[in-house]
Protein backbone atom coordinates (compact mmCIF):
# COMPACT_ATOMS: atom_id res chain seq x y z
CA UNK A 1 0.00 0.00 0.00
CA UNK A 2 1.59 3.30 -0.92
CA UNK A 3 2.57 5.73 2.16
CA UNK A 4 1.55 9.17 1.29
CA UNK A 5 4.38 11.80 1.91
CA UNK A 6 3.82 14.19 5.12
CA UNK A 7 4.99 17.02 6.34
CA UNK A 8 7.74 17.19 8.66
CA UNK A 9 10.18 19.65 10.47
CA UNK A 10 13.15 17.83 8.94
CA UNK A 11 11.92 19.91 5.99
CA UNK A 12 13.28 23.29 7.43
CA UNK A 13 16.77 21.81 7.86
CA UNK A 14 19.43 24.02 5.84
CA UNK A 15 19.56 21.79 2.94
CA UNK A 16 16.17 22.12 1.98
CA UNK A 17 16.67 26.15 1.94
CA UNK A 18 17.19 26.56 -1.44
CA UNK A 19 14.16 24.02 -2.55
CA UNK A 20 12.36 26.76 -0.30
CA UNK A 21 13.32 29.68 -2.35
CA UNK A 22 12.22 28.11 -5.28
CA UNK A 23 9.43 26.90 -4.34
CA UNK A 24 8.42 30.92 -2.82
CA UNK A 25 9.54 32.64 -5.80
CA UNK A 26 7.63 30.09 -8.76
CA UNK A 27 4.60 30.87 -5.87
CA UNK A 28 5.17 34.69 -6.36
CA UNK A 29 5.82 34.27 -10.35
CA UNK A 30 2.55 32.62 -10.84
CA UNK A 31 0.47 35.52 -8.99
CA UNK A 32 1.06 37.77 -12.32
CA UNK A 33 -1.90 37.51 -15.10
CA UNK A 34 -1.77 34.72 -17.17
CA UNK A 35 -1.06 36.77 -20.49
CA UNK A 36 2.43 37.62 -18.66
CA UNK A 37 2.91 33.88 -17.42
CA UNK A 38 2.31 32.70 -21.13
CA UNK A 39 5.22 34.92 -22.48
CA UNK A 40 7.78 33.85 -19.32
CA UNK A 41 6.92 30.98 -19.72
CA UNK A 42 8.22 30.66 -23.30
CA UNK A 43 10.91 32.92 -22.91
CA UNK A 44 11.87 30.40 -19.72
CA UNK A 45 11.83 27.59 -22.38
CA UNK A 46 13.73 29.31 -25.22
CA UNK A 47 16.77 29.96 -22.68
CA UNK A 48 16.60 26.72 -21.45
CA UNK A 49 17.75 25.72 -25.18
CA UNK A 50 21.03 26.83 -24.36
CA UNK A 51 21.29 25.36 -20.88
CA UNK A 52 20.00 21.87 -21.26
CA UNK A 53 22.24 20.77 -24.64
CA UNK A 54 22.16 17.34 -23.51
CA UNK A 55 17.93 17.53 -23.31
CA UNK A 56 18.28 19.15 -26.38
CA UNK A 57 20.41 16.22 -28.58
CA UNK A 58 17.48 13.63 -26.87
CA UNK A 59 14.31 15.34 -28.29
CA UNK A 60 16.48 15.60 -31.61
CA UNK A 61 16.71 12.13 -31.39
CA UNK A 62 13.69 11.22 -30.24
CA UNK A 63 11.40 12.81 -32.97
CA UNK A 64 14.46 11.27 -35.64
CA UNK A 65 13.52 8.36 -34.82
CA UNK A 66 9.27 8.62 -34.02
CA UNK A 67 8.97 10.51 -37.33
CA UNK A 68 11.68 10.16 -40.08
CA UNK A 69 10.12 11.23 -42.42
CA UNK A 70 9.42 14.36 -41.02
CA UNK A 71 12.03 17.41 -43.16
CA UNK A 72 14.85 18.05 -40.82
CA UNK A 73 13.63 22.07 -40.68
CA UNK A 74 10.59 20.98 -39.35
CA UNK A 75 11.70 18.89 -36.67
CA UNK A 76 14.44 21.17 -35.79
CA UNK A 77 10.94 23.73 -35.63
CA UNK A 78 9.16 21.41 -33.38
CA UNK A 79 12.05 20.85 -30.93
CA UNK A 80 12.19 25.31 -30.32
CA UNK A 81 8.57 24.58 -29.47
CA UNK A 82 8.72 21.94 -27.13
CA UNK A 83 11.24 23.76 -25.55
CA UNK A 84 8.99 26.71 -25.25
CA UNK A 85 6.68 24.16 -23.72
CA UNK A 86 8.57 22.71 -21.16
CA UNK A 87 9.40 26.33 -19.55
CA UNK A 88 5.20 26.92 -19.72
CA UNK A 89 5.54 23.32 -18.08
CA UNK A 90 7.56 24.96 -14.97
CA UNK A 91 5.08 27.74 -15.19
CA UNK A 92 1.69 25.19 -15.25
CA UNK A 93 3.32 23.21 -12.21
CA UNK A 94 3.01 26.22 -10.06
CA UNK A 95 -0.71 27.05 -11.29
CA UNK A 96 -1.75 23.46 -10.54
CA UNK A 97 -0.36 23.80 -7.07
CA UNK A 98 -0.78 27.29 -5.89
CA UNK A 99 -4.20 28.85 -8.01
CA UNK A 100 -7.54 28.83 -6.66
CA UNK A 101 -10.28 26.50 -8.30
CA UNK A 102 -11.79 29.94 -9.23
CA UNK A 103 -8.81 31.03 -11.20
CA UNK A 104 -8.41 28.33 -12.97
CA UNK A 105 -11.78 27.62 -14.21
CA UNK A 106 -11.14 31.06 -15.78
CA UNK A 107 -8.37 29.67 -18.28
CA UNK A 108 -9.83 26.40 -19.53
CA UNK A 109 -13.11 24.66 -20.90
CA UNK A 110 -13.77 20.82 -21.32
CA UNK A 111 -15.41 18.68 -23.25
CA UNK A 112 -16.42 14.92 -23.65
CA UNK A 113 -17.35 14.48 -19.50
CA UNK A 114 -20.06 12.40 -20.60
CA UNK A 115 -18.00 9.58 -20.94
CA UNK A 116 -16.27 9.88 -17.69
CA UNK A 117 -20.50 10.05 -16.60
CA UNK A 118 -21.49 6.85 -18.65
CA UNK A 119 -18.93 5.18 -16.31
CA UNK A 120 -19.90 6.25 -13.35
CA UNK A 121 -23.60 5.43 -13.79
CA UNK A 122 -22.89 1.93 -15.03
CA UNK A 123 -20.68 1.30 -11.44
CA UNK A 124 -17.29 0.85 -13.47
CA UNK A 125 -13.96 1.54 -12.50
CA UNK A 126 -12.26 4.44 -14.66
CA UNK A 127 -8.63 3.67 -15.96
CA UNK A 128 -8.04 7.83 -16.96
CA UNK A 129 -5.26 7.47 -19.42
CA UNK A 130 -3.16 10.22 -19.47
CA UNK A 131 -0.21 11.03 -21.49
CA UNK A 132 3.28 12.47 -20.24
CA UNK A 133 2.65 15.84 -21.74
CA UNK A 134 4.12 18.86 -20.13
CA UNK A 135 0.79 20.26 -19.20
CA UNK A 136 0.12 17.23 -17.05
CA UNK A 137 0.15 18.98 -13.99
CA UNK A 138 -2.26 21.42 -14.61
CA UNK A 139 -4.23 18.70 -16.49
CA UNK A 140 -4.35 16.50 -13.22
CA UNK A 141 -5.84 19.35 -11.36
CA UNK A 142 -8.87 20.22 -13.57
CA UNK A 143 -9.62 16.42 -14.00
CA UNK A 144 -9.81 16.87 -9.84
CA UNK A 145 -12.14 19.58 -10.37
CA UNK A 146 -14.49 17.43 -13.06
CA UNK A 147 -14.54 14.74 -11.08
CA UNK A 148 -11.73 13.84 -8.03
CA UNK A 149 -9.68 10.41 -8.91
CA UNK A 150 -6.55 8.98 -7.72
CA UNK A 151 -3.49 10.00 -9.18
CA UNK A 152 -0.44 7.40 -10.27
CA UNK A 153 3.10 8.98 -9.54
CA UNK A 154 6.73 8.13 -8.96
CA UNK A 155 8.23 9.33 -5.97
CA UNK A 156 10.52 12.42 -5.89
CA UNK A 157 14.23 12.06 -4.83
CA UNK A 158 13.34 15.60 -2.88
CA UNK A 159 11.36 14.80 -0.20
CA UNK A 160 10.47 17.76 0.45
CA UNK A 161 9.67 18.41 -3.19
CA UNK A 162 7.43 14.91 -3.37
CA UNK A 163 5.34 15.82 -0.46
CA UNK A 164 4.49 19.37 -2.36
CA UNK A 165 3.71 17.81 -5.71
CA UNK A 166 1.53 15.12 -3.52
CA UNK A 167 -0.09 18.10 -1.98
CA UNK A 168 -0.31 19.88 -4.96
CA UNK A 169 -2.27 17.00 -7.08
CA UNK A 170 -4.65 16.11 -4.10
CA UNK A 171 -5.99 20.12 -4.22
CA UNK A 172 -8.89 18.46 -6.20
CA UNK A 173 -8.05 14.48 -6.51
CA UNK A 174 -8.67 11.58 -3.26
CA UNK A 175 -4.97 9.90 -2.82
CA UNK A 176 -2.11 8.99 -4.85
CA UNK A 177 -0.82 5.50 -5.96
CA UNK A 178 3.31 4.92 -6.21
CA UNK A 179 3.19 3.79 -9.61
CA UNK A 180 4.76 0.37 -8.88
CA UNK A 181 1.57 -0.56 -6.36
CA UNK A 182 -0.50 -2.38 -9.07
CA UNK A 183 -2.47 -4.35 -6.25
CA UNK A 184 -3.56 -0.85 -5.07
CA UNK A 185 -4.57 0.41 -8.42
CA UNK A 186 -6.53 -2.90 -8.74
CA UNK A 187 -8.43 -2.71 -6.11
CA UNK A 188 -9.25 1.27 -6.67
CA UNK A 189 -10.36 -0.01 -9.85
CA UNK A 190 -12.76 -2.59 -8.66
CA UNK A 191 -13.50 -0.55 -5.74
CA UNK A 192 -15.39 1.77 -8.88
CA UNK A 193 -12.68 4.64 -8.54
CA UNK A 194 -11.25 7.07 -10.95
CA UNK A 195 -6.95 6.27 -11.73
CA UNK A 196 -5.06 8.78 -13.67
CA UNK A 197 -2.28 6.37 -15.01
CA UNK A 198 0.28 7.00 -17.70
CA UNK A 199 1.71 4.18 -19.72
CA UNK A 200 3.67 5.92 -22.21
CA UNK A 201 7.07 5.69 -20.17
CA UNK A 202 10.11 2.88 -20.69
CA UNK A 203 9.80 1.32 -16.79
CA UNK A 204 12.57 -0.99 -17.81
CA UNK A 205 13.27 -4.44 -19.38
CA UNK A 206 11.25 -6.20 -16.20
CA UNK A 207 8.34 -4.54 -16.74
CA UNK A 208 8.11 -4.04 -20.28
CA UNK A 209 7.42 -5.31 -23.79
CA UNK A 210 8.63 -4.53 -27.09
CA UNK A 211 5.75 -3.52 -29.60
CA UNK A 212 5.79 -0.12 -32.28
CA UNK A 213 5.41 3.25 -31.32
CA UNK A 214 5.27 5.48 -33.82
CA UNK A 215 8.28 4.81 -35.94
CA UNK A 216 10.45 2.84 -33.43
CA UNK A 217 9.59 -1.43 -34.12
CA UNK A 218 10.64 -2.28 -30.39
CA UNK A 219 9.72 0.21 -28.14
CA UNK A 220 9.91 -0.62 -24.32
CA UNK A 221 5.95 -0.58 -23.28
CA UNK A 222 4.81 -1.27 -19.89
CA UNK A 223 3.13 -4.27 -19.02
CA UNK A 224 1.09 -2.64 -16.86
CA UNK A 225 -2.01 -1.55 -18.98
CA UNK A 226 -2.43 -5.30 -19.99
CA UNK A 227 -2.74 -6.32 -15.77
CA UNK A 228 -4.85 -3.72 -14.93
CA UNK A 229 -6.96 -3.92 -17.68
CA UNK A 230 -7.17 -7.50 -18.08
CA UNK A 231 -7.80 -7.75 -13.63
CA UNK A 232 -10.13 -4.72 -13.28
CA UNK A 233 -12.15 -4.54 -16.32
CA UNK A 234 -12.33 -0.56 -16.41
CA UNK A 235 -13.38 1.78 -18.45
CA UNK A 236 -10.37 3.07 -20.15
CA UNK A 237 -10.73 6.48 -21.31
CA UNK A 238 -7.91 8.91 -22.51
CA UNK A 239 -7.47 12.73 -21.96
CA UNK A 240 -5.53 15.42 -23.30
CA UNK A 241 -4.93 18.92 -21.55
CA UNK A 242 -3.96 20.44 -24.44
CA UNK A 243 -2.49 24.20 -24.43
CA UNK A 244 -3.87 27.05 -27.24
CA UNK A 245 -1.61 29.02 -29.00
CA UNK A 246 -1.58 32.81 -27.88
CA UNK A 247 -2.34 32.57 -24.34
CA UNK A 248 -5.38 31.99 -25.07
CA UNK A 249 -5.63 29.02 -22.47
CA UNK A 250 -6.60 25.25 -22.33
CA UNK A 251 -8.84 22.70 -23.31
CA UNK A 252 -9.62 19.56 -21.57
CA UNK A 253 -10.30 16.50 -24.02
CA UNK A 254 -12.01 13.63 -22.61
CA UNK A 255 -12.40 10.85 -25.28
CA UNK A 256 -15.10 8.06 -25.74
CA UNK A 257 -13.56 5.22 -24.42
CA UNK A 258 -11.61 2.35 -25.81
CA UNK A 259 -13.67 -0.42 -26.96
CA UNK A 260 -12.36 -3.64 -28.54
CA UNK A 261 -9.20 -3.78 -26.03
CA UNK A 262 -7.11 -6.60 -27.36
CA UNK A 263 -6.53 -9.23 -23.92
CA UNK A 264 -4.95 -12.15 -25.40
CA UNK A 265 -1.38 -11.44 -24.39
CA UNK A 266 0.78 -8.19 -22.68
CA UNK A 267 2.31 -7.30 -26.35
CA UNK A 268 -1.20 -7.01 -28.00
CA UNK A 269 -2.69 -5.11 -25.40
CA UNK A 270 0.46 -2.57 -25.30
CA UNK A 271 0.24 -2.21 -28.82
CA UNK A 272 -2.80 -1.38 -29.19
CA UNK A 273 -2.85 1.65 -26.43
CA UNK A 274 0.45 2.82 -28.20
CA UNK A 275 -1.79 3.05 -31.04
CA UNK A 276 -4.62 5.05 -28.92
CA UNK A 277 -1.85 7.23 -27.54
CA UNK A 278 0.06 7.98 -30.55
CA UNK A 279 -3.22 9.73 -31.97
CA UNK A 280 -3.71 11.81 -28.96
CA UNK A 281 -0.05 12.99 -29.13
CA UNK A 282 -0.18 14.07 -32.63
CA UNK A 283 -3.04 16.49 -31.76
CA UNK A 284 -0.07 18.62 -29.85
CA UNK A 285 3.16 17.12 -30.84
CA UNK A 286 5.22 20.13 -29.30
CA UNK A 287 3.51 19.75 -26.12
CA UNK A 288 5.21 15.90 -25.27
CA UNK A 289 7.47 15.19 -23.14
CA UNK A 290 10.14 14.48 -25.50
CA UNK A 291 13.43 15.54 -24.05
CA UNK A 292 13.25 11.95 -21.60
CA UNK A 293 15.34 8.65 -22.94
CA UNK A 294 11.70 7.11 -24.14
CA UNK A 295 13.92 4.25 -25.91
CA UNK A 296 16.90 3.90 -23.44
CA UNK A 297 16.01 0.44 -22.93
CA UNK A 298 16.54 -2.28 -26.04
CA UNK A 299 15.67 -6.24 -26.93
CA UNK A 300 18.43 -8.28 -26.17
CA UNK A 301 21.28 -7.75 -28.81
CA UNK A 302 19.71 -4.90 -30.67
CA UNK A 303 21.58 -1.31 -30.85
CA UNK A 304 21.63 1.50 -27.69
CA UNK A 305 19.38 4.16 -29.68
CA UNK A 306 21.10 7.16 -27.97
Known amino acids: MTQLPQFSREFFH ?58 PAEREALVHHNFESVGMG ?26 IQHAIDTHKGILLIGMHFLTLELGARIIGMLNPGIGVYRPNDNKLLN ?20 RGMIRALKDGEMIWYAPDHDYG ?11 VKNAATTKGSYLLIRS ?16 KGYELIIFPGVSDIPLDDECATAAHMNHVMEKIILMAPEQYMWLHRRFKTRPPLEAKLY
Open 90 to 115: LIETGIAWFWPDWRIKKWFTATGFEH
Open 205 to 215: PQSSVFVPFFA
Open 232 to 247: ADPAVIPFIPRRLPHG
Open 14 to 71: PRYWLTWFGIALLYLIVLLPYPILYRLGCGIGRLAMRFMKRRVVIAQRNLELCFPDMP
Open 163 to 182: WLQTWGRMRTNKSMLNRKDL
